[in-house]
């Protein structure tokens, strides 16, 4: 049986899931369809994008905005069923061969067993950093929100409010941060059968096609667009990329007390790898930021 104080934070998690604030923006306003012939659709005058695949293509779409740090929020709701074979991506990307992404993925699976949330940051086109976690809920019967919160000292990964990851600047120790490069938000469904379901040993059902993941109500309010044009930031008050912390109180957010009680008891149940647990991969000692509290 569960203890009283963990019974009482995982009603707390379920209380902060109900209360996250989502704005219900248009997506005709903030993305372009990109790839899948058809496949992305948006629907419901601009509120509902969905995406879908079949064996002949997966689908695509990005946003019109370029940004430089945010709090980002989208909910999804992931493809039901049997799953396996599918990825679910959602990210932050700039382009180039030094390129900084910061990644939400959802590798499918077979029916009754649950999607694997992958999670990873590169930072001038070098990553290796991966964590992976199971969810306390079905992922695919309901809308969920999965949040980025990206500011120059930390980037949050957090789910219906609860954080799971937290991936701190530790560029005093050497190790790159994404914070010059404007990114785009992406999303695609496609099939990674040889790899996403048990190392490619489940390969996708196609007679389960079309397989369609479900988005609503993305929010940006909180989130520094980029004008190439001039090379700043909506949120900067002069022609520096940081902005106004007193104007976006979010630029110096990090978690309290609270919220790291809740990160970690998300990592301690829901965990399943951390590459900085991975010994056996990093033989040499493991990487640098892996030493930070």
Known sequence: MASSSASKLFISLVVVGFLVYTSAGNFNDKFDITWGDG???ILNNGELLTLSLDKSSGSGFQSKNEYLFG?????LKLVPGNSAGTVTAYYLSSKGSTWDEIDFEFLGNLSGDPYILHTNVFSQGKGNKEQQFYLWFDPTADFHTYSILWNPQRIIFSVDGTPIREFKNAESMGVPFPKSQPMRIYSSLWNADDWATRGGLIKTDWSNAPFTA???NFN???ACVWSSAT?????SSTSGTSGSTSNNPWLSEELDTTRQERLRWVQKNYMIYNYCADSKRFPQGLPTECTMA
Do not use: E, L
Not at 71 to 75: E, N, S
Not at 231 to 235: D, N, R
């Open 220 to 222: 940006d309010a909180n």
């Open 71 to 75: 709090k980002i929020d989208m909910q």
């Open 231 to 235: 090379s700043t930031s909506s949120c």
């Open 39 to 41: 496949r992305a659709k």
């Open 214 to 216: 479900s988005y609503r």
